[in-house]
Nanobody, 123 residues
Framework: VQLQASGGGFVQAGDSLRLSCADP????????VGWFRQASGKEREFVAA????????QYADSIAGRFTVSRDNAKNTVYLQMNNLSPEDTAVYYC?????????????????WGQGTQVTVSS
């Protein structure tokens, strides 16, 4: 099952991007969705997650206050609004559909993954 992450790009420090994750096979139904990222040479890390009904949400400390996760269940799409980006945010960003309805931070709580979208932030 392929989730379709999009919206990445090359931006300057301080810029914003909005990532989207589309779910053509409706794996989001009744499930939480998470965003993770993996920088070159590093392990994949949790970024944000949103529960099936839009709350509660979870955020990594490193992005809290700058990123916002949201979802449109009618469109089977989840978004990650990223503001005030810094070079430390450079990574491939992945979305994933969870096993259950409540947002979680661990990768083993997620069943289906997208292919990732590259975000590069220059200083």
């Amino acid at each position: 099952v392929q989730l379709q992450a999009s919206g990445g790009g090359f931006v300057q420090a301080g810029d914003s991007l909005r990532l989207s994750c589309a779910d053509p096979r409706r794996t989001f139904s009744n499930n939480a969705v998470g965003w993770f990222r993996q920088a070159s040479g590093k392990e994949r890390e949790f970024v944000a997650a949103i529960s099936w009904r839009g709350g509660p949400t979870q955020y990594a400390d490193s992005i809290a206050g700058r990123f916002t996760v949201s979802r449109d269940n009618a469109k089977n799409t989840v978004y990650l609004q990223m503001n005030n980006l810094s070079p430390e945010d450079t990574a491939v960003y992945y979305c994933a559909s969870a096993y259950g309805p409540i947002a979680a931070t661990s990768t083993d709580r997620y069943r289906y993954w997208g292919q990732g979208t590259q975000v590069t932030v220059s200083s």
